[in-house]
């Protein structure tokens, strides 16, 4: 059984950075595609980034792309999300999530099974 469980949030200022970790208690992330997203209020979630099972492919949403950074060590059952160059519009409620077969949109919550319970993250300007 999959578990997930999220650390890392905070509150920094714009320009900061903060970096998530997602780990599994359940051993069995290695084998799955793992993806972070973010569900701001009043918005639907969205896809931040994700990562293929062996780490060798990742995908981001055109709204972090050279300021995020997804990885993962398989070893310790994690996956982290590197956030760089904060602003303000990516305060969100930030979830991980793993599934075994994404849809073919990899940032697609619809194609993830298991979730995380959150953290927050606030940038404040």
């Known amino acids: 059984q999959v578990r997930l469980v999220e650390s890392g949030g905070g509150s920094v200022q714009a320009g900061g950075s903060l970096r998530l970790s997602c780990t599994d208690s359940g051993h069995t992330f290695s084998f799955m595609w793992k993806g972070w997203f973010r569900q701001a209020p009043g918005k639907e979630r969205e896809g931040v980034a994700a990562?293929?099972?062996?780490?060798?492919?990742?995908y981001y949403a055109d709204s972090v792309k050279g300021r995020f950074t997804i990885s993962q060590d398989n070893a310790k059952n994690t996956v982290y999300l590197q956030m760089n160059s904060l602003k303000p519009e990516d305060t969100a409620m930030y979830y991980c999530?793993?599934?075994?077969?994404?849809?073919?949109?990899?940032?697609?919550?619809?194609?993830?099974?298991?979730w995380g319970q959150g953290t927050q993250v606030t940038v404040s300007s």
């Open positions: 999530a793993a599934g075994p077969s994404p849809r073919s949109n990899r940032l697609d919550p619809k194609g993830y099974i298991y």
């Open positions: 990562i293929s099972t062996g780490g060798g492919i990742t």
